[in-house]
């Protein structure tokens, strides 16, 4: 009976072809703005690292150790730590997993000097690869022993050793960062969170995660002469520490993350943190009330607005419209159903249930909703480049992915039959009699 | 026109009819915010910085070599600049402009006591203190910029310092009126928590390099302090369309005096080209949302067409026979008018308050004010209007049916 309807389906949509056109436009103009919406906001909403970054949660707390006269308001939290506090809390190892990161940008190059690349990575104290779930594609990482002996080793990943090297396994080569050579321990994969989770403060209005190309031992790090990206919060009277300056001891400039699974553990280690802070308070170290607080992946990034607000409003505007185009398209197809009721009537009166009058008008409009998909497929891809063409910060998020696809062929199904039920059922209603003596 | 056929008929077509209905109510209620929203952003981008905007040019320069003497350099460029044709005035700052993005702001208080209430309280909120961006700059910066000012008079120039803090400032009207409500704020002494800095000058209008929070943005303070870095950025003044030339002729000039420095292309900009920058999210969301409500009016107005052209298909026998027994093509014209009206009105009731529904939905998640009311009869007023015109063309082709259909079977 199916391809029946399918062929009755067919034959219908050829018989008034301007209407019909009106009608597969109009939810195709709706379905590919609510694709364009949704692709880029899938790819800015979801965690930064999936599957890691929901037990994820940074330090935050007021450590402020002079009285800052400008601004003595401590409003948003604050995830910039001093060195000296990162490591007591990593070494403390109270959580399952925890590490202090910062972003740092350096010149790689050959011991010979042949080749150099600069690169984007984090500096690190504990095991990041581990709490962020770098995959490593060679070598390993770096040791606590290497880590307390601050050992010149390092961890790049596969582009920068095809680049400075020509091979991907580069492990046990030397590179030069700094002053020093550093031992190439591990190769990771190209690796980066899915949008900015690090440094987030001080990279308002970047959205798109940075692609993190080394990972190397903080100190062993600053030994080199290699600083963070930025220098962060420097006390008022701290020698200035001028862009990527290794002089660093002043400066609030890392963060700690820490890895927890349980909301008991969150609630453990909220009250060591707010402990550890406040002892700092009371030795005089920590001028204002630290206020410490555990915040996990998620609200960080709501908090420092990460996605900015246009793109919740741009899937809004897109829902609101493809509702609106669901709507026409109803009332069109109830007029258009409702003038074949002669039609209807004849069936009807053979014998046809209401039932498979229902089926055969849901799989008209089914098939409606699917030419509607189609067409939407290049407005989609248009709507998206154009996104790209934009000079704004998540224009990298337009693309057109493979799952893309799926979701449209889904979405323009439903779209379809959900245009056709209220029509549908209106048809179907009509008694027998009513419809022959109408027609 | 009565109104009692209409709705009988309507009646018949409760469902087409209701969807009709809701569509147009949608159509309004979106509609209303999205033109809300666009006018916040208009508003937000037009915002005045009190600068000669169309006459100004800004590049920036880094000096790399070592041992240099900064202030030596800078007045050497300074010269090097004055005397490219077209230059009217120039001046060099160490980085902020309005809206260039980079700011450095700073506290200050009215008085020593007002600080001491804000060192209590902790907060400088409601202690009278606040916390203005700062600019520097060279001697005649004020002129170059084309700033107004409205009292006292602009730097003297043995005021200028390069190192430690200025024991004088210029303010805006603004930050002056905020500091001291009710008094003339020229020749007062500003506290820092260190030094006493008196107010000489009151500017009309100067802009924060990045003005985010509300009601601060026209806080600023120009202090006479010399740029005192390798890196400074040169305003440039010179005729509107003289800009991008000059530009050109400020690069080489620049390279000429000292080639030891790096000029980022993308720091070599106009006035607008920086306005607009700050700017772009903004206006690229008023593209967006300017064409999704001319979208949403557009699928309207077919919807309303389409069924318009259905009904009039539909009932032609019945407009025959009106014709026939007396109804004029005017009668005819004027029911799917009315009938139209009578949808569209329905809708524009509901819509009007899923407008101010969805007003206060988008108010708890966005930074967005209350709907201003006029907006709503404004809506209104458009989607009559837009109804009107969609069934215009069914309308005519209705009034033209021909009596003699009433006798055919259609």
Redo the contacts between chains.
């Keep these: 009976m199916f391809d029946y309807y399918l062929r009755l389906a067919l034959r219908r949509c050829r018989q008034n072809l301007p209407?019909v056109g009106?009608l597969v436009l109009?939810m195709a103009?709706?379905i590919a703005?609510t694709m364009t919406a949704m692709t880029i906001f899938g790819a800015l909403a979801g965690e930064p690292l999936p599957g890691i970054s929901s037990h994820l949660y940074v330090a935050t707390m007021d450590a402020r150790e002079a009285?800052d006269?400008?601004?003595?308001?401590y409003k948003q939290p604050d995830s910039l730590l001093k060195f000296s506090d990162a490591k007591a809390l990593v070494d403390a190892h109270h959580a399952m997993q925890q590490v202090a990161v910062a972003a740092s940008l350096t010149q790689f190059a050959r011991p010979d000097g042949k080749r150099s690349e600069k690169a984007y990575g984090l500096m690190a104290y504990g095991p990041v690869l581990q709490v962020l779930g770098v995959p490593l594609r060679h070598g390993r990482s770096w040791t606590e022993a290497e880590q307390a002996s601050a050992a010149p080793v390092v961890v790049i990943d596969t582009e920068v050793a095809q680049k400075l090297f020509g091979t991907e396994n580069a492990v046990g080569r030397s590179v030069t960062l700094g002053r020093r050579d550093f031992r190439v321990i591990g190769v990771s994969a190209p690796w980066n969170p899915r949008v900015r989770m690090f440094d987030v403060r001080q990279n308002q209005g970047t959205v798109m995660g940075q692609k993190e190309m080394f990972l190397v031992p903080a100190q062993a790090a600053l030994d080199a002469g290699v600083g963070p990206l930025l220098a962060g919060e420097c006390g008022k009277d701290a020698p200035v520490a001028s862009f990527q300056s290794a002089a660093v001891a002043q400066c609030r400039w890392i963060e700690t993350w820490v890895r927890l699974d349980t909301p008991a553990t969150v609630a453990t280690y909220d009250r060591f943190l707010a402990g550890y802070a406040n002892t700092q308070h009371d030795a005089g170290r920590f001028v204002?009330p630290p206020q410490a607080k555990l915040v996990g992946t998620q609200a960080w990034l709501a908090l420092n607005h990460v996605v900015?607000?246009?793109v919740?409003?741009?899937l809004l505007?897109?829902g609101?419209?493809l509702?609106?185009?669901l709507?026409?398209v109803?009332?069109?197809l109830?007029?258009?159903f409702?003038?074949r009721q002669g039609d209807v009537a004849i069936r009807r009166a053979l014998g046809a249930s209401r039932r498979t009058v229902f089926v055969q008008h849901l799989v008209e409009t089914g098939l409606l909703g699917l030419i509607g998909g189609v067409l939407a497929l290049p407005l989609t891809w248009l709507g998206l480049w154009i996104v790209r063409m934009?000079?704004?910060?998540y224009a990298d998020a337009a693309k057109f992915s493979p799952g893309v696809f799926g979701v449209l062929f889904a979405l323009s199904l439903i779209v379809g039959l959900l245009v056709g039920i209220?029509?549908a059922w209106?048809v179907c209603r009509l008694p027998p009699a009513l419809q022959i003596k109408l027609g | 026109m009565p109104i009692r056929p209409i709705l009988s008929t309507l009646h018949k077509?409760k469902?087409?009819a209701t969807?009709?209905t809701?569509?147009v109510a949608?159509?309004c209620a979106?509609v209303c915010n999205?033109v809300f929203?666009v006018a916040q952003r208009v508003q937000r981008i037009s915002v005045s910085t009190g600068i000669a905007e169309s006459e100004l040019s800004a590049i920036h320069s880094r000096g790399i070599e070592k041992g240099e003497n900064p202030q030596a350099r800078h007045t050497a460029d300074l010269a090097a600049l004055r005397a490219i044709p077209g230059v009217q005035s120039v001046a060099a700052v160490s980085y902020a402009l309005p809206l260039d993005q980079s700011e450095s702001?700073?506290?200050i208080c009215p008085s020593k006591e007002a600080?001491d209430r804000?060192?209590q309280r902790?907060?400088?909120?409601g202690s009278g203190c606040m916390?203005p961006a700062i600019y520097d700059g060279t001697p005649g910066l004020v002129g170059t910029l084309g700033l107004h000012l409205v009292a006292g008079r602009d730097f003297l120039p043995d005021e200028y310092v390069s190192k430690g803090k200025p024991a004088v400032a210029i303010i805006t009207r603004a930050l002056a009126q905020k500091m001291y409500p009710g008094q003339a704020a020229l020749g007062k002494d500003m506290y820092d928590?260190d030094n006493f800095i008196r107010v000489v000058g009151i500017v009309d209008t100067l802009l924060r390099p990045a003005p985010r929070q509300p009601g601060t943005a026209d806080d600023s303070m120009i202090f006479p302090q010399l740029p005192d870095h390798a890196s400074a950025t040169y305003v440039l003044r010179s005729a509107p369309g003289d800009r991008l030339r000059v530009l050109k002729a400020a690069e080489a000039a620049l390279l000429k005096a000292s080639p030891n420095r790096i000029i980022d292309p993308k720091q070599m900009e106009t006035y607008s080209q920086i306005r607009a920058e700050y700017f772009?999210?903004d206006t690229?969301?008023i593209g967006?949302?300017i064409a999704?409500a001319l979208?949403?009016l557009f699928?309207?107005a077919?919807?309303i067409a389409?069924?318009a052209n259905?009904?009039v298909?539909?009932r032609t026998r019945s407009i025959g026979i009106r014709r026939a027994i007396g109804a004029t093509r005017s009668d005819i014209l004027h029911y799917f008018q009315a009938e139209n009206f009578l949808i569209v009105t329905a809708g524009v009731v509901l819509g009007v308050l899923l407008a101010i529904g969805l007003n206060l939905l988008l108010m708890t998640?966005?930074?967005l004010p209350r709907l201003p009311l006029w907006y709503l009869p404004v809506g209104a007023l458009a989607l009559w209007v837009l109804g009107q015109l969609a069934v215009l063309s069914p309308a005519l082709r209705a009034s033209n049916v021909p009596p003699v259909v009433a006798t055919r079977s259609v």
């Design positions: 209407m009106l109009t103009i709706g703005a009285v006269k400008d601004n003595p308001d204002y900015p607000d246009d919740h409003l741009n505007l897109a609101g419209f509702l609106l185009c709507v026409n109803a009332g069109l109830a007029a258009r409702l003038r934009q000079p704004v910060s209220l029509p209106r | 077509h469902l087409t969807l009709l809701l569509q949608f159509t979106i999205v929203m702001s700073s506290g600080l804000a060192m902790n907060s400088i909120d916390e928590g772009q999210r690229t969301m967006l949302l999704s979208g949403l699928v309207t077919l919807g389409g069924l259905f009904w298909q539909q998640h966005y930074e």
